[in-house]
């Protein structure tokens, strides 16, 4: 497995090391504090398949201008992907939140025991039901449980907090149409991390009942872009940048400032937050948006689980057709959330 498992970070020694190597860096601290068994670098393999992804991916996105095109390069980039198989599909309207819940196609399958409400990323303007339609159905296998897919409303039709508010509104519908509270775990990647991250802290913050766990997959938790890797990364991330976090924040945010908790969860009191896992690609220019959240998590008190994948980039877990690794990151997701769920699977 290509991943590295991170309980505690030594935030100095990674800056001094971040400013050299950034890619090499994540990986020797991780060497230093992995826990369980050893895990190997990156194989050529690996770089091989990552290589054809970032390929396709700019393809896709060559010439796009604006968060509309760039909505409709993503959409198509994930229409050459393979949908999910063996899963059972039902359209549900969520409180008015359109979202498909699905399960996987086997005999006795509990329905509405466990749930994963997944949030798909996109930069708060692109993403579907059907570009994360794959990785959801993956998970739902996996994990043995539910995934409530929701459609969330996009940028530049809706800005901030709209996308907050539908997937806690979804949250919500989840508790009131039988989920119990401590087997739901709320999910999300890139923005969708960032609305996961939020909508727990906004269910915390009214004092309601908070999901079992939450997984962030290379979430943005600082819109105002001031992790160092933004920086160091910057050559090593062919996807995201400074200046396309910065596009965002601008058209999310408006005159908001990005140091906002209630749009910024690393400026947030983590108190109280259940228990969480991040994954990050060593190379992201958002890898410190996931370290600097892990660091001020443990502070806190929360139960953090990080994972630096070495040289995987941004969401790489969408693309199980392409990467071996997309497959072995979400085996990890689906294992963290059968240990929170409080009804394990019998299967």
Same mark, same amino acid.
């Given at each position: 497995?290509?991943?590295?498992?991170?309980? !505690?970070?030594?935030? @100095?020694?990674?800056?001094?090391?971040?400013?050299?190597?950034?890619?090499?860096?994540?990986?020797?601290?991780?060497?230093?504090?992995?826990?369980?068994?050893?895990? &190997?670098?990156?194989?050529?393999?690996?770089? %091989?398949?990552?290589?054809?992804?970032?390929?396709?991916?700019? %393809?896709?996105?060559?010439?796009?201008?604006?968060?509309? #095109?760039?909505?409709?390069?993503?959409?198509?980039?994930?229409?050459?992907?393979?949908?999910? !198989?063996?899963?059972?599909?039902?359209?549900?309207?969520?409180?008015?939140?359109?979202? &498909?819940?699905?399960?996987?196609?086997?005999?006795?399958?509990?329905?509405?025991?466990?749930?994963?409400?997944?949030?798909?990323?996109?930069?708060?303007?692109?993403?579907?039901?059907?570009?994360?339609?794959?990785?959801?159905? @993956?998970?739902?296998?996996?994990?043995?449980?539910?995934?409530?897919?929701?459609?969330?409303?996009?940028?530049?039709?809706?800005?901030?907090?709209?996308?907050?508010?539908?997937?806690?509104?979804?949250?919500?519908?989840?508790?009131? =149409?039988?989920?119990?509270?401590?087997?739901?775990?709320?999910?999300?990647?890139?923005?969708?991390?960032?609305?996961?991250?939020? !909508?727990?802290?906004? #269910?915390?913050?009214?004092?309601?009942?908070?999901?079992?766990?939450?997984?962030?997959? @290379?979430?943005? !938790?600082?819109?105002?872009?001031?992790?160092?890797?933004?920086?160091? =990364?910057?050559?090593?991330?062919?996807?995201?940048?400074?200046?396309?976090?910065?596009?965002?924040?601008?058209?999310?945010?408006?005159?908001?400032?990005?140091?906002?908790?209630?749009?910024?969860?690393?400026?947030?009191?983590?108190?109280?937050?259940?228990?969480?896992?991040?994954?990050?690609?060593?190379?992201?220019?958002?890898?410190? %948006?996931?370290?600097?959240?892990?660091?001020?998590?443990?502070?806190?008190?929360?139960?953090?689980?990080?994972?630096?994948?070495?040289?995987?980039?941004?969401?790489?877990?969408?693309?199980?057709?392409?990467?071996?690794?997309?497959?072995? @990151?979400?085996?990890?997701?689906?294992?963290?959330?059968?240990?929170?769920?409080?009804?394990?699977? #019998? &299967?």
């Amino acid at each position: 497995m290509n991943g590295r498992i991170l309980p !505690t970070v030594n935030r @100095s020694a990674a800056k001094r090391l971040g400013g050299l190597l950034p890619a090499l860096a994540a990986v020797m601290l991780l060497a230093s504090a992995a826990v369980g068994k050893d895990i &190997e670098p990156q194989s050529q393999a690996s770089r %091989d398949q990552v290589e054809k992804l970032v390929g396709l991916w700019k %393809d896709h996105f060559a010439g796009t201008d604006g968060l509309q #095109q760039r909505r409709t390069a993503f959409r198509t980039l994930m229409e050459t992907t393979p949908g999910p !198989t063996r899963i059972q599909v039902r359209q549900v309207d969520a409180d008015g939140v359109d979202a &498909e819940l699905m399960w996987p196609a086997r005999l006795h399958h509990p329905i509405g025991q466990r749930v994963i409400l997944y949030i798909h990323g996109g930069g708060f303007s692109g993403g579907s039901i059907r570009t994360h339609s794959l990785l959801a159905g @993956s998970l739902a296998k996996a994990a043995s449980s539910d995934v409530l897919l929701i459609e969330y409303r996009l940028m530049p039709e809706y800005t901030y907090p709209a996308q907050i508010n539908d997937a806690l509104t979804a949250y919500r519908w989840l508790l009131d =149409n039988g989920y119990r509270a401590e087997n739901v775990v709320v999910a999300g990647d890139g923005a969708g991390g960032n609305i996961a991250l939020e !909508t727990v802290l906004r #269910q915390r913050q009214a004092a309601k009942p908070l999901p079992a766990a939450v997984i962030a997959l @290379s979430p943005i !938790t600082d819109l105002a872009a001031t992790g160092g890797s933004m920086t160091s =990364n910057a050559d090593s991330d062919p996807l995201v940048g400074r200046a396309s976090i910065e596009t965002l924040r601008k058209a999310y945010l408006g005159s908001r400032s990005p140091s906002d908790p209630q749009a910024s969860p690393l400026y947030a009191d983590l108190t109280g937050f259940p228990p969480l896992l991040l994954q990050v690609g060593s190379g992201e220019v958002l890898l410190d %948006d996931t370290l600097r959240l892990a660091d001020k998590a443990r502070q806190a008190g929360v139960d953090v689980t990080t994972e630096i994948w070495p040289g995987m980039p941004h969401q790489w877990q969408l693309f199980p057709s392409l990467l071996d690794d997309a497959d072995r @990151s979400s085996q990890n997701i689906a294992e963290f959330a059968i240990r929170h769920f409080a009804d394990k699977p #019998q &299967e």
